[in-house]
């Protein structure tokens, strides 16, 4: 199997405050990888360290082979565009309008001419369901349109490896499926490795091709969705089922 | 904090040069700050004219007003009160823009977009500091001056042709260019801190708010240092 | 109105540097104004005061600048620049004058006899007139009324050596008498006024003492006046005496000679000797009070207590001054480049030197943001790596591992002793770790050269390192500016480095002045 990131024996500790004490974990190229765990146990702190925006403490981490805890500067900013992220608030510009943030990447990366732009722009927010609203601002957009933007800008630069950071939290239901589909048809549209952090367990257990549970700073369980529907892992029972009963600590 | 402008002089000769973004700070950290500069020059100008016209009505060198108001402003008064004015209307704005781009994660995602935010945030910020500085500091020179001149010359009735004589016998060209010297340096430092702060933002509307009460202070403190160093060095 | 973003802008940039090439040029048309012109010269005794760009007055016309004072042959000499508008006469004088409440000298050009001849050409040298202190002026205003009652009693011999003269004589006597009386008279009331002046010149003194006290630091100037002073009034004395000795014989010559008619001159005269004799007057009542101990130069010859004062003040001023001299603080900026460790530093310190036998170092250093040691092996590195659920076994993957050190600041507080001759020892915080240091000064100019070694960031008991040791030479090359070269933690195989650096450093005097008025342990 292929790999598209790997990381090892990974730490990361804020002070004296330790959040990952060690974790191994391989995302496998081309699939859904989703992270679960209670909050607090530091799933976007470990999404920063895969794509290089966090420096782990010790470890290791190699996108598509190569250990980016070593990369200079330069390197690591090179290397972050096989990277599209969707941010937990999307992140959006408040200073642009939709338009202007959707073709940031393209006109920070690309040489290409204003009508190429203009279309690239349109199809990105046709593919998240958007349109005629380019010329709106942020603050204008419902929190589900700005995730929406937010993936278009993430993908416009069509990037190997997408992450969402809690794509469908704060949204109402019906906008959570949308997301999720949204999520499901870019992977099997683009063609590209999905790395999802939620803590939505049925949205997980539908799109997921690979599941991780993160529990106090380490793996607790790794595997596809039916192993996780089949364990007896008693943290994953206890997190599925939303039980105060079991190992996980209620902080 | 001298490292990140380090960096940014490093960075400030990395294309892509960002003109659209650097006129619209000149725009926002320069053209915008014109009214409560013009104010601030003016009545320096008119206060300082009135105190030490007190001084000097003493000793009957009521003409030497001008030269002193007009020193004190090419030297000293204009680059620290403008740098002061810019710290507090401009300075702190950009420490609050940052602050929110930083809690709302958008200098992740500019990092996470490949896009180097000390280049894309800081360089166009700083260098407006730089350029737009000194022509702030001149107006604010030109107002003081121009605000000394009227209060001196309609309300205390000093001779007007004693009063530019002295001023013009006395203000050398080079008062005026350690004036500007001086708030070229004051505008790095207020973008810079104002950057600096932003950027190091953590907590919320909270933070954001803390960083912008923080990024003023520690602007204004830093002014007064470096006037001190600047003018130990340039004497 | 609405204005588009790059119109504001562009308004506002041309706008303002409209504005600062206009003040700019304003500025250098006055300070460089006159840039051609004739430039004349002159010798002066004394240019205190006269300052480079102080104006030279012609008739109370501002006619040019003082270009240049400079020191030939021992003497002064004013380089002037005359704007080319003016035409001035070739018979010039110089004489520096003092004007304003300041006091701000500038030069005078007067035309010599009076009358005005030729016009001044490039490069010509003129005569001055005098010294340029106001005492040099006033000796030779005396001097130019000896001269003038020379002329007189010369003109009177003349007059008085016909016979007709000689009738009159005895009534002009008994005038001299009378007018001899009237002197007196006024001379005693004079006498109040000069008791009066020199109760004024005491209590004068007495608050200059108390001054002096307070502030020493004018007192070399007051002590450099008052010799100027007694220099002007010894070299003048002489010239009055012989002056009077010479009238007297005229005196002598008038009476011992024939009678004229002389009514009218014996009048002038009359007057002329009653301002003698009122100077003379003065002159011994100005001698009587120095010996009496009044006045300025009395009380600073003969007051046991304006000498206790004064030797009070200048101990006090030792003092402070020797503390103050002692007191050094030395503030540094400089970097270093770690030639194989690819990193730079900056630091920032402050040496505060109460006295010659200890000195406190404090500092910040900073380590770039992102900047890494290099020190990248190829290894292959065996992860016992097991992630659960998954069916993949021990994972073994070649790795390139380096070190990164993160930016930082750390703090440098160190105390340091001399203890033998030239070395100094040091303890405290390097580089927020603790430490110690020598210090070796091998030259006579102290801060010229130093050599120091160090030791800090001692290994705790479960690392695996050595102690950071770091050589450094330092070498100040040119007033501020300071070049250093060493080995870096020479002691660890991985981390060692070769660094070369420089700085500026500067002694801050106003702030030595400022930490000199805290009281320190001493």
């Not at chain 3, 102080?54 to 030939?72: M, Y």
């Not at chain 3, 440098?412 to 390097?430: E, I, Q, S």
């Not at chain 3, 070796?440 to 690392?463: C, G, I, Q, T």
Request: hydrophobic share 40%; glycine share 8%; proline share 3%.
């Amino acid at each position: 199997m292929e790999y598209a990131i790997e990381c090892f024996d990974l730490h990361k500790s804020f002070g004296t405050h330790k959040i990952h004490k060690g974790i191994d974990l391989k995302i496998v190229k081309g699939a859904i990888t989703y992270i679960i765990g209670p909050s607090g146990t530091g799933k976007s702190v470990l999404l920063k360290q895969l794509c290089g925006l966090m420096p782990p403490t010790k470890g290791k981490v190699f996108v598509n082979g190569q250990d980016i805890t070593v990369m200079k500067p330069e390197e690591l900013v090179n290397m972050r565009k096989t990277f599209g992220i969707l941010f937990q608030n999307a992140a959006l510009f408040d200073s642009m309008n939709v338009y202007e943030n959707v073709a940031f990447p393209l006109i920070e990366h690309t040489k290409l001419p204003k009508s190429r732009i203009d279309a690239i722009v349109t199809e990105k927010l046709r593919l998240v369901g958007l349109s005629n609203i380019e010329d709106k601002m942020p603050s204008e957009l419902s929190g589900g349109m700005r995730k929406r933007v937010g993936l278009a800008r993430a993908i416009a630069l069509e990037p190997e490896i997408m992450l969402y950071d809690e794509p469908t939290t704060g949204l109402d239901p019906i906008m959570c499926d949308v997301v999720d589909n949204l999520i499901n048809d870019t992977q099997k549209q683009l063609g590209i490795t999905s790395i999802v952090i939620s803590h939505d367990i049925e949205s997980t257990l539908k799109i997921a091709d690979y599941i991780a549970m993160l529990y106090d700073g380490k793996v607790v369980l790794y595997g596809t969705a039916e192993d996780f529907k089949t364990t007896d892992n008693p943290y994953v029972k206890q997190f599925f089922s939303a039980s105060k009963e079991g190992p996980i600590k209620i902080m | 904090m001298a490292l990140l402008f380090y960096s940014t002089i490093k960075l400030t000769f990395k294309k892509p040069f960002r003109t659209k973004l650097l006129l619209k700070q000149i725009e926002f950290i320069g053209a915008n700050s014109m009214s409560v500069i013009i104010l601030t020059g003016s009545f320096t100008g008119m206060v300082f004219a009135f105190q030490s016209y007190i001084g000097f009505h003493k000793f009957g060198a009521d003409q030497l007003v001008g030269t002193v108001v007009a020193l004190a402003m090419a030297r000293e008064l204009g680059p620290v009160l403008s740098a002061i004015m810019v710290a507090a209307r401009a300075g702190s704005a950009i420490t609050a823009e940052i602050g929110t781009m930083k809690v709302t994660e958008q200098v992740d995602a500019l990092n996470a977009m490949a896009v180097d935010p000390v280049h894309y945030l800081f360089v166009p910020r700083i260098l407006a500091g730089l350029i737009v500085m000194p022509m702030l500091n001149a107006v604010t020179v030109l107002c003081g001056v121009i605000g000394g001149y009227l209060v001196s010359i309609k309300v205390l009735g000093i001779n007007k042709t004693l009063y530019l004589d002295y001023m013009y016998t006395y203000i050398d060209f080079e008062d005026f260019a350690n004036g500007m010297i001086k708030s070229v340096v004051f505008g790095g430092i207020v973008t810079l801190v104002g950057c600096y702060k932003g950027y190091m933002t953590r907590g919320g509307a909270e933070g954001v708010g803390r960083a912008t009460t923080e990024s003023v202070v520690m602007a204004c403190v830093m002014i007064l240092i470096f006037d001190y160093i600047l003018t130990a060095f340039m004497f | 109105m609405k204005m588009g973003l790059e119109a504001k802008v562009g308004l506002f940039v041309v706008g303002c540097l409209i504005l600062i090439g206009a003040m700019s040029l304003k500025l250098v048309d006055m300070s460089f104004s006159g840039g051609n012109g004739v430039s004349i010269q002159a010798v002066v005794e004394d240019a205190s005061g006269l300052t480079k760009d102080a104006n030279v007055i012609f008739s109370g016309v501002e006619v040019g600048k003082v270009k240049d004072i400079k020191l030939e042959n021992g003497k002064a000499v004013v380089i002037m620049l005359i704007d080319k508008e003016y035409t001035l006469p070739a018979n010039l004088v110089l004489a520096v004058r003092s004007k304003g409440f300041l006091g701000e000298k500038y030069a005078e050009l007067k035309v010599a006899g009076g009358k005005a001849e030729g016009v001044i050409s490039e490069g010509t040298t003129i005569a001055s007139e005098g010294g340029g202190t106001d005492f040099d002026v006033l000796g030779n205003k005396i001097g130019d009324i000896a001269d003038d009652i020379k002329a007189i009693t010369a003109s009177l011999r003349k007059v008085l050596a016909t016979n007709e003269a000689e009738s009159n004589m005895s009534a002009t006597i008994s005038n001299i008498r009378e007018i001899t009386d009237a002197v007196n008279s006024i001379v005693k009331n004079n006498e109040n006024h000069v008791n009066a002046i020199m109760y004024n010149v005491d209590e004068l003194t007495r608050q200059l003492s108390d001054i002096t006290t307070a502030n020493a630091s004018n007192i070399n100037q007051i002590i450099a006046n008052i010799n100027s002073i007694t220099r002007d009034m010894k070299a003048e004395t002489p010239a009055i005496t012989k002056n009077l000795t010479s009238i007297t014989g005229d005196v002598n010559d008038i009476i011992g000679g024939n009678k004229e008619d002389i009514n009218s001159t014996i009048k002038n005269m009359s007057t002329v000797t009653a301002k003698l004799e009122k100077t003379v007057d003065n002159l011994n009542d100005i001698t009587g009070k120095i010996s009496e101990g009044k006045g300025t130069i009395g009380k600073l010859v003969n007051d046991e207590q304006t000498v206790d004062n004064l030797n009070g003040a200048l101990v006090g001023l030792k003092d402070t001054l020797g503390k103050l001299n002692e007191f050094k603080v030395d503030l540094a900026f400089f970097a270093e480049r770690y030639g194989e460790t690819d990193e730079s530093k900056g630091h920032a310190t402050v040496k505060i030197t109460p006295s010659k036998e200890r000195y406190y170092l404090l500092g910040l250093s900073s380590h770039p943001d992102g900047v890494e040691k290099k020190t990248i092996t190829n290894e292959t590195a065996t992860y016992d790596y097991y992630t659960p659920g998954s069916s993949e076994g021990p994972y073994q993957k070649t790795v390139t591992s380096s070190k990164r050190s993160p930016g930082s600041m750390t703090f440098t507080a160190m105390y340091a002793n001399r203890f033998w001759d030239n070395y100094f020892f040091r303890v405290g915080l390097k580089e927020s770790e603790a430490g110690v240091g020598l210090d070796y000064h091998p030259l006579k100019d102290e801060d010229k050269l130093v050599l120091s070694a160090d030791l800090f960031d001692f290994p705790d008991k479960d690392e695996d390192k050595k102690a950071h040791a770091k050589a450094t030479a330092k070498y100040v090359f040119y007033k501020n500016l300071f070049m250093q070269a060493g080995y870096d933690n020479f002691l660890n195989k991985d981390d060692k480095s070769w660094f070369v650096g420089g700085g500026v450093q500067f002694r801050d005097d106003d702030l030595k002045y400022l930490l000199g008025k805290v009281p320190m342990p001493n």
